[in-house]
T-cell receptor
Framework: KAGVTQTPRYLIKTRGQQVTLSCSPI?????VSWYQQTPGQGLQFLFE???????NKGNFPGRFSGRQFSNSRSEMNVSTLELGDSALYLC?????????????FGPGTRLTVT | KNEVEQSPQNLTAQEGEFITINCSYS?????LHWLQQHPGGGIVSLFM???GKKKHGRLIATINIQEKHSSLHITASHPRDSAVYIC??????????FGEGTQLTVNP
């Protein structure tokens, strides 16, 4: 089975622009979670989607949004980029969203905002 | 205070040494992950625990739910074990809350 894939792997944007990142889960997985990793804050939860519905959202401003499609692929969007949005964005998929489900991480998208 | 605390933050060992990384948490959890992150960013889930002990090769993970504590042990450490090890707790759904990570360096 192919693992979790994320595109693009690297991205450079300018302050004020917007960006869309994509995550394709492992085949059969219906839950996708997104995380942000920065040197200062570490890994932080952004949001979780299951069957096209957002189930959980972390403490991020409304500039951060996401969605999930019927094939379980997910996108996250960041509008009006700020320098502090420079980070590694990771997605993880699991079969469902229950306690017993292990999460599998993608390689991440490294976003640099200049 | 962070909900998930790891110690130590940095650890340097000689090849062959037994290594222990500790994780304490203050919230109710449904499961705990031990994750490994190599330079470049990729994260691998080593273990997911909700009770007891799990072993995979030279790696052993234990959890004590009553004490809200987990440990990751590496026996006969090797330079290829050098990585950041992260403890993460699952609170609701698939939401993970992470510790700050332990940077492990194993010297030959």
């Amino acid at each position: 089975k192919a693992g979790v894939t994320q595109t693009p792997r690297y991205l450079i944007k300018t302050r004020g622009q917007q960006v869309t990142l994509s995550c394709s889960p492992i085949s059969g997985h219906r839950s996708v979670s997104w995380y942000q990793q920065t040197p200062g804050q570490g890994l932080q939860f952004l949001f979780e989607y299951f069957s096209e519905t957002q189930r959980n959202k972390g403490n991020f401003p409304g500039r951060f949004s996401g969605r999930q499609f019927s094939n379980s692929r997910s996108e996250m969007n960041v509008s009006t980029l700020e320098l502090g949005d420079s980070a590694l964005y990771l997605c993880a998929s699991s079969l469902a969203a229950s306690a017993g489900d292990k999460q599998y991480f993608g390689p991440g998208t490294r976003l640099t905002v200049t | 205070k962070n909900e998930v605390e790891q110690s130590p933050q940095n650890l340097t060992a000689q090849e062959g040494e037994f290594i222990t990384i500790n994780c304490s948490y203050s919230v109710g959890i449904s499961a705990l992950h031990w994750l490994q992150q190599h330079p470049g960013g990729g994260i691998v889930s080593l273990f997911m625990l909700s009770s007891g002990k799990k072993k995979h090769g030279r790696l052993i993970a234990t959890i004590n739910i009553q004490e809200k504590h987990s440990s990751l042990h590496i026996t006969a450490s090797h330079p290829r074990d050098s990585a950041v090890y992260i403890c993460a707790v699952k609170t609701s759904g698939s939401r993970l809350t992470f510790g700050e990570g332990t940077q492990l360096t194993v010297n030959p």
